[in-house]
């Protein structure tokens, strides 16, 4: 599945440049050619970089909501999100890992991988993870994120 290959490209990356603080750039041949070595395939390379391109330049908006806002999900978003993932989402904020702006960013991210589906509970958070891994000032939350997408140590909320 097209969506697979591109969370498992995201997860490579991770892995092996960015949590060693390698500067990632989206335009460098032999980063492709790596991503090829491995068993890539051009098409999800390509859709993982417009991904974190994408990503980059949503960050870069900075329309940030109050934070006291609540989140409504449209009816596209209820059938793409389950009910384990927006509970998910609404865990990490009481936990202060997400905020209502990067509560936002996620569930936009996330919206762009969705498949026929829906989003799994891994999708989300490694989403998570990547979004609080390229957002400035964000080191604390992506140090929960790590542990709970590294050791699955979510806590819930009921």
Known sequence: MEEETVLGILMYLY?????????VNLTDMELVDELKSVGFHAHSIGRAFRWLNYLAEFVSR???????SFRVYNNTECEQLDVD???FI????CQGILTAY??????HQAMELAHSGGVDL???????LMVLFNLPNAQEALTKMESFVLFDTVETVH
């Open 15 to 23: 892995h092996h440049h960015m949590e060693q603080d390698s500067e």
């Open 62 to 68: 900075e329309v940030i909501p109050s934070e006291n």
């Open 85 to 87: 993932c927006r509970n």
């Open 90 to 93: 609404i865990s990490l904020e």
């Open 102 to 107: 990067t509560r936002e960013i996620v569930i």
């Open 122 to 128: 891994n999708l989300l958070k490694w989403v998570t």
